[in-house]
């Protein structure tokens, strides 16, 4: 193929993307004809919007479902049309909820989803697929699923690289213990990536601080109350051995703080990880010393952008790159010296984004070891 013949392709591929997307709200039920000499696929009408997550007592999830509201709102509906489907941490509930929503919707839907865990994935994204439904996926899947296996209806899958930020806060925290110590662990949902991935973080710190050793990592299911209990654990068992603690999520160190104020301890070093109001506040007044901001409103708009705009017929899954199918969302590092910074910048006042820049932010194709 010519250079020219090659790059007039592009072009075209290109502009039919832009067309697509551009006109995507007032093209009904025609049919959209994608890929050069390919077969033409009929467009759903205004898909019904659905978000599958966990709960609402958590800042992250909150920050989550506000994002797909302003993205239904950018398509000009109230953003209470968009469908909470709130599995509390089943994932048997979750399947469950999917199910009744595309045999009430008959498949004419959208649907942004944290399937809990990642065994849970498969059988969701299955269930949608044989609906004629479209999904995007955040967090949560088993390593051997991959959208393109499933087909256009499995739009894509993003997580985040979790794994280096809290490497780095537990350097901080090492750095924060002198480099000596004990240190105890407070996971997520065991079975969750983002868990598994945070405290590989932490082991691959404490490679290079000898002197500091892992009492305990146990899970604390991402919540408050169940780190209180875990961390009061943790103190009776190793008391004053313990030096520092790497928290899997913000709320977790949320817990762990109420824990040792009931010791009365009110210095014990503590990194966290969301970057929740409430735990950037915690950093700014010295109560942790870090947590790390996964930009939970971009990642709950996007998510929810990118299953509507398939579902419509805007762009073909199919035809976009392995990158676009599974990818790493955004992450910053909070710690002080940054912390007001930060709160100012997207906190304060929301960021205003793009609902069809779909990969802009992030950061690259999931890599597998």
Known sequence: MSTFIKDFIERETINRRNFLLATAAGMG?????????????????????????????????????????????????????????INEGSSEKSLADIKAFLAKTNGKCAIACDANDSPNARPVVEAVRDAGAYISTIWNKTDDLHPWDIGDNYVSHMTW?????????????????????????????????????????????????????????????????????????????????ITGVHCANDNIAYGVIEALRAEGIENMPIVAYDGNPEAVKLVMDGKLLATVFTNPHWGGGITAALAYYAATGAFKPSEEPKEHREFYGPTILISKKDAADFKAKYLDTVPSYNWKDFWGPGNGQIKYK
Not at 32 to 46: I, K, M, R
């Open 29 to 85: 039920a025609m049919a959209v004809p994608f890929g050069l000499g390919g077969a033409a696929q009929a467009a759903l009408t205004d898909p019904a919007i659905a978000w599958s997550y966990r709960d609402r007592a958590s800042a992250y999830w909150n920050s989550i479902v506000s994002g797909g509201e302003a993205f239904v709102e950018s398509l000009g509906k109230p953003k209470d049309s968009l469908v909470s489907l």
């Open 161 to 241: 690289s979790d794994e280096k930020p809290a490497e780095q806060t537990a350097r901080i925290l090492f750095e924060a213990m002198g480099g000596k110590g004990g240190v105890v662990h407070l996971g997520g949902i065991a079975a969750n990536n983002p868990a598994i991935e945070r405290l590989n973080g932490l082991k691959n710190a404490l490679k290079d601080f000898p002197n500091i050793e892992l009492l305990d990592a146990q899970p604390a299911d991402w919540d408050t109350t169940k780190g209180t209990e875990l961390m009061a654990s943790f103190l009776t068992r190793f008391g004053d051995k």
